[in-house]
C-alpha cells in the first residue's frame, strides 16, 4: 500500500511537471519584466506578430482615453496609442510624441490638461511634461517624490493640480513651476486596513518590501526556471543514456549532468519549498474567478512594510474633479469615491450608494452640469447624481440598481475611454469593441494605418502572458480558469515534492 500512495505521489509530480513545463517558464520570465517596468519600457513587441485580438483596430484596446480641445479646429487624443492632434477642417492626424522617451510606454498618456493660460501637460506612468510650443516638444518636469505615476489633473483656481497615485501636488500657472505638496486628511472612518486583493498583489511581486523584496521575487522566478529545467533533465536524459548505451555510446557527460540536476533539484526545491509556494498561491487570487472571492475584504497593513507608510493614500488616488459651485472635492480611490470641500478642512468620507467600478480602475471620471458625474470603466458608464445617489446606465438609460451590482470585474461594456464634440455628440471607446457613437447616427474618424501600427509595450506583452489574456484567442471565455488551474498544477508539483524529499530524508536517516 505504501509503495502504491508513492507512486501516485510521483505520478503527481512528473505528469503534471511536463505538461505546464512550458507554461511555467514563461510565467516565470513575464514576471521579471513585470517586476522592473521602467528597466524594459523602452522596448516594444510588434502587434502584427500577436494574435488579431491584440491588433488596433476600429480604436479598441484603450487606444484613445480621452481628448482635449484647443481649439476650434484643433483636437488632441489620448491614450495608449500616445498624443495625436486632429485638425478637423482637413480630418488629418499627426503624432505629437517629441522629447518624449522612446518606447511605446512612455507614450501611453494617462491625462492631458489644457489650462486658462494656454498652457499645455501631459501625465504619464513615468512622470509630468509641459510642452514647450516654439521647439514642438515635451519637457519633463521634476516631482520632488519617487512617485511619479501621474494619473490626473484638473486647474484650481490659480494651480494646476496633479495626482499621483499616492500624493496630490500643485504648481502654479504662472511663474517658476515649483511643486508644493497637498496633504489630504485621511478618510472618515479609516482603519489603518489595505484591501486584501493589493497585499497579496505586493507579496506576489516583491513590491512589499520594496527593492530588495522584487529581487527575491526574481531569484524566485529563476529558481522555477531551474527546477523546470533540471526536472526535464531528470526526465530525459535517463531514456537518453539507455539509447546510448544500446549503441555502445558515450554516456559519461549525459550521466553527469542527470546526477547534478538531481541533487540541485532535490536541494534547491526543499529548500526554497515555502516562498514558491507562497508565491504561487498569491498568484492564484489576483485574477478572476478566485479574485472575486477577495475583491471586497480589507486586512490590516503588514508591519514594515511598503503598505505601512504612514500616508492613509498610499497607492489610492486614481482620480479627481472639482465642483466650483458647490466648491467640492471629488476623489476616485481604489476603494471607491469620496468627497470633502476645496480646501480638504474636512476629512474626506466615502459616498454611497455609487456606481461600481472595475479593479482594473476608473477610465472616465467627468464633472457634468448640476454636479453630475460620469463614471466609467470596465464595468460600464454611469450617470451618477452624488447628492440624490441616483445612478443610471450612460449607455442604456435606464435606471441602474446598485444591490444587483455585477459581480465580475468586467462587464459586457468595458468603457475604456470617452469623447464628445464640440456640438454635444458622443463617442465610447469600449476595449474590445473599440469607438461607436452614443445616441447619434454620426460616425468617428478611421483609425489611420500609422496609429494602428502603434507597437505594444513589452511590459504589456509580458502582462499579456502573465494573466494568460494571451491565450484568449485560442481558449475563448475558458482562458479565464486557467490562472487557478495552473496554480493548482504548480502546488500539486511542489507539495508533491516536498513530500518525495521528506520520504526520501527519513529512509536515509532510518
Not at 526574481?218 to 531514456?239: C, E, H, K, M
Not at 496609429?451 to 494571451?470: C, D, S, Y
Amino acid at each position: 500500500m505504501a509503495g502504491k500512495k508513492k507512486s501516485i505521489i510521483k505520478k503527481l509530480h512528473k505528469w503534471p511537471s511536463l505538461v505546464i513545463a512550458v507554461f511555467i517558464l514563461l510565467w516565470a520570465g513575464s514576471g521579471i519584466i513585470l517586476n522592473h517596468r521602467h528597466t524594459f519600457s523602452s522596448f516594444d513587441v510588434n502587434r502584427q506578430l500577436l494574435p488579431a485580438e491584440h491588433h488596433y483596430n476600429n480604436w479598441n484596446n484603450a487606444a484613445v482615453r480621452a481628448s482635449v480641445r484647443i481649439d476650434s479646429n484643433l483636437v488632441l487624443f489620448y491614450g495608449n496609442v500616445g498624443i495625436w492632434k486632429y485638425e478637423t477642417e482637413r480630418g488629418v492626424f499627426s503624432e505629437m510624441i517629441n522629447g518624449l522617451p522612446s518606447g511605446a510606454d512612455h507614450h501611453k498618456i494617462n491625462c492631458i490638461s489644457y489650462t486658462s493660460g494656454k498652457n499645455l501637460y501631459a501625465g504619464t506612468r513615468f512622470g509630468l511634461y509641459t510642452y514647450d510650443e516654439p521647439g514642438e516638444q515635451w519637457q519633463q518636469l521634476h516631482i520632488p517624490h519617487h512617485d511619479r505615476h501621474v494619473v490626473d489633473m484638473m486647474e484650481m483656481r490659480d494651480s494646476l493640480w496633479v495626482m499621483t497615485r499616492s500624493h496630490l501636488w500643485s504648481i502654479p500657472l504662472e511663474g517658476d513651476l515649483t511643486f508644493s505638496h497637498i496633504e489630504i486628511p485621511a478618510p472618515l472612518g479609516y482603519d489603518n486596513k489595505v484591501g486584501l486583493f493589493k497585499t497579496l498583489w505586493v507579496i506576489h511581486s516583491g513590491e512589499i518590501y520594496g527593492l530588495a523584496g522584487k529581487l527575491l521575487v526574481d531569484f524566485v522566478a529563476f529558481i522555477f526556471i531551474f527546477l523546470t529545467l533540471s526536472g526535464l533533465v531528470y526526465f530525459f536524459f535517463p531514456r537518453m543514456i539507455k539509447k546510448r548505451k544500446r549503441t555502445k555510446k558515450k554516456i559519461s557527460r549525459l550521466a553527469s549532468w542527470t546526477r547534478w540536476s538531481v541533487k540541485w533539484h532535490n536541494k534547491i526545491g526543499i529548500w526554497l519549498a515555502i516562498i514558491l509556494i507562497i508565491t504561487t498561491f498569491t498568484g492564484m487570487f489576483l485574477r478572476p474567478p478566485l479574485l472575486i472571492a477577495i475583491a471586497g475584504s480589507r486586512v490590516p497593513k503588514v508591519p514594515y512594510s511598503m503598505l505601512d507608510d504612514g500616508n492613509p493614500w498610499h497607492d489610492q488616488l486614481r482620480r479627481i474633479v472639482y465642483d466650483s459651485e458647490k466648491d467640492l472635492i471629488y476623489l476616485a480611490s481604489l476603494e471607491g469615491i469620496y468627497t470633502t470641500d476645496g480646501s480638504f478642512s474636512m476629512p474626506p468620507r466615502r459616498i454611497s450608494p455609487q456606481p461600481p467600478v472595475s479593479v482594473m480602475g476608473y477610465n472616465v471620471f467627468e464633472l457634468l452640469p448640476h454636479g453630475n458625474i460620469l463614471v466609467g470603466s470596465f464595468t460600464g458608464l454611469y450617470l451618477w447624481a452624488p447628492e440624490s445617489g441616483a445612478i443610471y446606465d450612460y449607455i442604456s438609460g435606464l435606471p441602474f440598481d446598485y444591490r444587483q451590482a455585477p459581480s465580475m470585474p468586467v462587464s459586457a461594456n468595458m468603457v475604456a475611454g470617452f469623447h464628445r464634440e464640440k456640438g454635444g455628440r458622443e463617442y465610447v471607446f469600449d476595449y474590445n469593441r473599440g469607438v461607436y457613437a452614443l445616441r447619434h447616427d454620426g460616425r468617428f474618424q478611421e483609425m489611420p494605418p500609422m496609429i494602428k501600427n502603434t507597437p505594444m509595450p513589452l511590459w504589456n506583452f509580458a502582462l499579456e502572458v502573465h494573466t494568460a489574456r494571451l491565450f484568449k484567442p485560442f481558449m475563448g471565455d475558458l482562458y479565464i480558469l486557467f490562472i487557478p488551474l495552473f496554480g493548482l498544477s504548480t502546488l500539486t508539483i511542489l507539495i508533491s515534492g516536498v513530500i518525495l524529499w521528506i520520504r526520501k530524508y527519513n529512509r536515509k536517516r532510518k
